[in-house]
């Protein structure tokens, strides 16, 4: 077995490809209607690196727009700890979104403070209109930070959860379900330097 420390499936792949393709089906009306007011508007998605590199990929694909894409990675998961130490930017931001329309994209809304951090930012460089999805929420996490998020995959339990781009100490982001660790592979380190969320 190839990963013989996921302990259950909490959302199959079926399950993921349906949600996926519904999240995108509302965001191409939403971000069309924004466009019909100025057709020449540009529309820019943000995924952040690195755990929503597998939404974005399956998810931009939904997406009949003339898009571009930009990233910016924020690092709030080092190595093997499981709760958030808070969020900070590694690397640039992306410039000159004013007046564009912009969606970021995130694997998982936890305490609020990645997604908080980067629509502040954002903010200061006034889109034209700016949104955020998320595969996934924890509705019962402490929301350190209040945060909207326009677009939810699916609420999940308070639980540490793997795979479809999220991982655990760097690795099971190519795991093609979400799912839990069994309790003793959380804690081992495995020596892989501190991700980045
Ligand atoms: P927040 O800033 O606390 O909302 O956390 C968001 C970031 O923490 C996400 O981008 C994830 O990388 C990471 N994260 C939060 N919960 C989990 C989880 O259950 N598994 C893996 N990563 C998580
Ligand atoms: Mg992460």
């Known amino acids: 077995m190839v990963f013989p420390e996921i302990d ?4 199959t792949r079926e399950q993921i490809a349906a949600r996926v393709r519904e999240m995108g089906e509302r965001i191409a009306r939403d971000i ?12 820019v998605i943000i995924p952040i690196l690195t755990g929503a590199l597998v939404l974005t990929a399956d998810l931009i694909r939904e997406l009949p727009l003339r898009l571009s894409l930009r990233v ?3 690092s709030s998961y080092p190595g093997t700890s499981i709760t958030s ?6 690397g640039d931001l992306p410039r000159d979104l004013g007046g564009k329309h ?11 403070q990645t997604i908080g951090l980067v629509k502040e930012l954002i903010l200061q460089q006034r889109p034209a209109s700016l949104r955020a999805c998320v595969l996934l929420r924890k509705p019962e996490s402490a929301r350190l930070r209040p945060v909207d998020v326009e677009y939810v995959g699916f609420d999940i339990p308070n639980e540490f959860v793997v795979g479809y781009g999220l991982d655990y100490d760097g690795f099971y982001r190519n795991y093609p379900q979400i799912a839990t660790l069994k309790p003793e ?10 991700g980045a969320a």
């Open 85 to 90: 130490k808070g969020a900070k930017i590694a």
């Open 32 to 43: 069309n209607l924004e466009l019909g007011n100025n057709p020449e508007g540009e529309v």
């Open 185 to 194: 592979a959380i804690g081992r380190s495995s020596g892989v330097p501190g």
């Open 8 to 11: 259950h499936i909490l959302l």
């Open 72 to 74: 910016v990675a924020v």
């Open 102 to 112: 912009v969606l970021i994209i995130d694997d998982i809304l936890d305490s609020g």
